[in-house]
């Protein structure tokens, strides 16, 4: 009697949800645009505008970056935690795969920004494609930059960018930093008056400052 070693039906591997991202600027504004596909041949098509503060311009890095995170931010409201992301921006892509570093200080923003949605997910990747095949969502985002109609079935949204978010941020903790320096606590009434006083009686600023300092405790 012959041996016939038992078979085993092999599962399919499961084909992963793709992210095709890409941005655009332009004098009209800024557009970027994620593009997902689902393994069933679905398509969800998602463009924005991010608004960026005048003193900081973007550039095509930040907007493919707001792209990139556009893509991630759907990704995560769809719950899906395995994809593939494809973009045109060899820069991005290598970031995000660590084959190059971060150096300027609004791409390592971005990228903390990245690196703080994986938490989000159990594992994507970023791979670089030309940009011909990149081109339904290199089209959408120009449109959208232009503000020109996009199909009816785009999901679009208008929002600050993370650069703008950021640097309001920065700048409010750095006028709050400002006003505790400067004031040390005594109103600045009180600054004027011992300048005027100091002026005109010649009194030492520190035996003055005392006193002023012990009479504003006093109120």
Known sequence: MDWTSPTFATEAPIEPWTVHCDGAWCNEGVGVTAIIHAPSGAKL???ARPEFS???PCTNNTTEYEALLLGLRKM???GHPNFVIKSDSKVITDHVEKESEAKKPEMKMYLEAVRAMEKYFKGFTAIHIPRS???EANMQAKAAARKEPLPPDVFY???EALHKTRKIKIDQRHCKRRLV???HGIPSRTLRTFGRKRRKNNVPKGKKLHIIRRRTLQI
């Open 54 to 56: 005048n003193p900081d």
């Open 76 to 78: 995560k409201a769809l």
């Open 157 to 159: 949204e208008n929002y």
């Open 133 to 135: 095949q990149n081109k």
């Open 181 to 183: 320096i400067t004031n």
């Open 45 to 47: 098509r998602y463009a």
